[in-house]
């Protein structure tokens, strides 16, 4: 039998909040590093920030959590999110954090203001105040942690040496697992964004690699019907792009591959990564 689409918990989302966008039963798990910003913007048709379930870099229990307690059903959303090779995406950050990105440049903090629908908009601002304190805590990490890209990933290596970068907590206890994640968010690990409290089942329906946009799009536009998902995509300038466009491959050496895989084997082999 069918599912009756007007009794529908799912539509529930969409009707409650179509002023705001119908794409907002899609829940974005947002990664850093990974195109998350101009994904949001394509998805939600907004800049990247301003929509109501904008959860910044929260990872998907606290999300889940979070969302529960508001009295929504997580089983109702759509939930995804976009990975990446740990090789390029350690490049990534650091590149972000000694040159910038235009979009960190330029806007920082000063879409809050932006005029939107948002019913729950003072919960929205918050999670949006908790988000950026965690993006400039990282920032500043990020960029003490080497001169040069070597030092920095040597760096990377001798703290996954020490504490796991927060990989080894018990399963079973946000708060401990909150506890333990990285200040710095650059450096964090794939997995822990996507996993829940038992430290293996992952909370998203759809993971996409940095190279698949066009097959997340394509997946979120049969969800609603959005067929302006397409339009966007082809004609929304990316943002946050680095303004050192040197390419990864040109960067490492042997050791360096070696120590990058390493700390993040977890998300190489859950998430089929390659160099």
Same mark, same amino acid.
């Given at each position: 039998?069918?599912?009756?689409?007007?009794?529908?918990?799912?539509?529930?989302? =969409?009707?409650?909040?179509?002023?705001? #966008?119908?794409?907002?039963?899609?829940?974005?798990?947002?990664?850093?590093?990974?195109?998350?910003?101009?994904?949001?913007?394509?998805?939600?048709?907004?800049? #990247?920030?301003?929509?109501? %379930?904008?959860?910044?870099?929260?990872?998907?229990?606290?999300?889940?959590?979070?969302?529960?307690?508001?009295?929504?059903?997580?089983?109702?959303?759509?939930?995804?999110?976009?990975?990446?090779?740990?090789?390029?995406?350690?490049?990534?950050?650091?590149? %972000?954090?000694?040159?910038?990105?235009? %979009?960190?440049?330029?806007?920082? !903090?000063?879409?809050?203001?932006?005029?939107? /629908?948002?019913?729950?908009?003072?919960?929205?601002?918050?999670?949006?105040?908790?988000?950026?304190?965690?993006? @400039?805590?990282?920032?500043?990490?990020?960029?003490?942690?080497?001169?040069?890209?070597?030092?920095?990933?040597?760096?990377?290596?001798?703290?996954?040496?020490?504490?796991?970068?927060?990989?080894?907590?018990?399963?079973?206890?946000?708060?401990?697992?909150?506890?333990?994640?990285?200040?710095? =968010?650059?450096?964090?690990?794939?997995?822990? %964004?996507?996993?829940? =409290?038992?430290?293996?089942? !992952?909370?998203?329906?759809?993971?996409?690699?940095?190279?698949?946009?066009? &097959?997340?799009?394509?997946?979120?536009?049969?969800?609603? #019907?959005?067929?302006?998902?397409?339009?966007?995509?082809? /004609?929304?300038?990316?943002?946050?792009?680095?303004?050192?466009?040197?390419?990864?491959?040109?960067?490492?050496?042997?050791?360096?591959?070696? &120590?990058?895989?390493?700390?993040?084997?977890?998300? =190489?082999?859950? @998430?089929? !990564?390659?160099?």
């Amino acid at each position: 039998m069918g599912i009756n689409w007007k009794k529908s918990s799912r539509k529930e989302i =969409i009707d409650n909040i179509s002023e705001a #966008g119908i794409n907002d039963n899609i829940l974005h798990i947002h990664i850093p590093k990974c195109g998350g910003i101009w994904a949001k913007s394509i998805l939600y048709c907004c800049d #990247g920030i301003t929509h109501r %379930f904008n959860h910044g870099h929260s990872i998907a229990a606290a999300i889940k959590d979070y969302l529960e307690d508001q009295g929504y059903n997580w089983d109702d959303f759509y939930k995804c999110t976009i990975v990446r090779d740990p090789w390029s995406k350690i490049w990534s950050g650091y590149k %972000f954090t000694k040159w910038g990105g235009d %979009f960190h440049q330029k806007n920082k !903090l000063h879409y809050v203001n932006r005029q939107v /629908f948002n019913p729950i908009r003072d919960e929205s601002l918050d999670l949006l105040e908790d988000s950026n304190t965690k993006v @400039f805590e990282g920032y500043g990490m990020n960029n003490n942690l080497g001169e040069t890209f070597k030092e920095y990933v040597d760096s990377l290596y001798k703290i996954y040496k020490e504490d796991k970068l927060g990989q080894d907590v018990e399963p079973g206890d946000l708060e401990k697992i909150l506890k333990s994640l990285p200040k710095n =968010i650059y450096i964090t690990p794939q997995w822990r %964004f996507l996993t829940d =409290i038992d430290n293996e089942s !992952l909370l998203v329906d759809k993971v996409f690699k940095i190279n698949e946009m066009d &097959k997340l799009f394509d997946w979120a536009r049969n969800i609603n #019907g959005d067929h302006g998902i397409v339009l966007r995509s082809k /004609f929304q300038s990316r943002v946050n792009v680095s303004e050192n466009r040197i390419h990864h491959y040109n960067v490492y050496d042997d050791e360096m591959i070696n &120590k990058i895989g390493e700390i993040y084997q977890k998300d =190489i082999d859950l @998430f089929n !990564l390659e160099y």
